[in-house]
């Protein structure tokens, strides 16, 4: 008897020993399985053409940031990264569609500080989480704004120009590309830093916008030096001011805001990749490096330093660092300027 139940225990050990042995072999290949895939899609990556979508209509500072990245990935890459511009809603809509696109590293989106750092607050019921819809990949550039003025304006420089409104307030008016874009950021938490009174005009687009103030039909705007410094060179606007901590290097006499007496104002313009929230993370690595090897060539170096722009590539969690940084900032000047949806 004791016989028996001794080969029973030991028959049931071995079965034990069996079912664990197979349930590690099993969790083993299973995590291999998945490494492999993971790798494999990586490697694949891109296996068809890029969609690179840009919430705003072409002719701004987004738009020629994100050609100029696309058109290098795109002479990198066996197939091509196709911008495809859709404003409207304040990016809304757009934000939506690739939130929900599948995530497999062919829809992109170009995230700026309206749509990741504002739009959050004035649009509650959105439908997606800027935070947990989507993966921030690689910040692409910094862009410096400036603050400009048709030459009809009786101000020749910034302090003049803040006497002037504030001698008459609400009397002029300033355009911005669309409600929350950097523009209409950068504009309002330059009135609340200097106390003027100016009125809004939002446009959609920083083309349609400008069209306006080179007419005169505005008065005032803010963009990023891309849009804007042939405008400034040629006569056709005056620029007063930059929101950077230093003078820019292609405007040496354009002061900055802090210089000309508001201490620790800094407001500059920025534009990164982000892709749908469950994209994996060995493709979001791809991508990031094939965004760091495009933003170092000669072609996109020497077109960014001629409109004083910094350069990113860095990792996601970098970027990522960096968009909660922009959410803090501007959560206070939304706030305080009251910024509403159209």
């Avoid at 209509?57 to 987004?62: D, I, K, L």
């Avoid at 066996?78 to 934000?95: A, D, Y």
């Avoid at 409600?179 to 106390?195: D, I, R, V």
């Avoid at 994209?279 to 791809?286: A, F, S």
Wanted: hydrophobic share 40%; net charge positive; charged share 15%.
């Amino acid at each position: 008897m004791s016989n028996t139940n001794s080969s029973a225990q030991l028959l049931n050990s071995d079965r034990r020993n069996l079912l664990k042995t197979l349930g590690v072999s099993a969790f083993a290949l299973n995590a291999s399985w998945q490494w492999g895939d993971a790798h494999a899609q990586a490697a694949s990556w891109p296996n068809r053409p890029v969609r690179f979508i840009v919430p705003f209509v072409p002719g701004g500072t987004s738009d020629i940031v994100a050609r100029t990245s696309a058109n290098e990935l795109t002479r990198l890459l066996p197939f091509p990264v196709v911008i495809e511009n859709k404003s409207g809603g304040g990016g809304v809509p757009t934000m939506q569609e690739v939130a929900r696109s599948v995530a497999d590293g062919h829809t992109l989106i170009l995230g700026h500080v309206g749509s990741m750092a504002v739009n959050p607050l004035i649009f509650p019921n959105s439908g997606y989480d800027v935070n947990k819809d989507f993966t921030p990949i690689t910040l692409l550039a910094k862009v410096p704004s400036l603050f400009v003025i048709h030459p009809d304006v009786p101000a020749k420089n910034f302090t003049e120009f803040v006497a002037y409104v504030k001698r008459n307030p609400g009397k002029l008016n300033y355009g911005s590309a669309g409600n929350a874009s950097a523009g209409h950021l950068a504009m309002e938490y330059l009135k609340l830093a200097t106390g003027m009174y100016m009125t809004h005009i939002p446009y959609r687009g920083t083309g349609p916008a400008l069209t306006d103030l080179l007419a005169g039909r505005t008065q005032a705007f803010s963009a990023g030096t891309p849009a804007l410094l042939q405008h400034i060179r040629s006569g056709r606007l005056r620029a007063i001011a930059t929101g950077t901590p230093k003078r820019l290097p292609s405007l040496p006499d354009v002061p900055t805001v802090a210089e000309s007496g508001y201490k620790g104002f800094e407001s500059v313009q920025w534009y990164g990749i982000l892709a749908p929230a469950s994209t994996p993370p060995e493709v979001v690595r791809k991508i990031q490096e094939e965004c760091a090897r495009a933003l170092k060539s000669p072609t996109i170096t020497e077109r960014f330093a001629s409109e004083d722009a910094g350069i990113g590539g860095g990792p996601s969690s970098e970027f990522a660092n960096f968009i909660a940084q922009q959410q803090i900032l501007w959560k206070d000047v939304v706030a305080r300027a009251n910024i509403k949806p159209d």
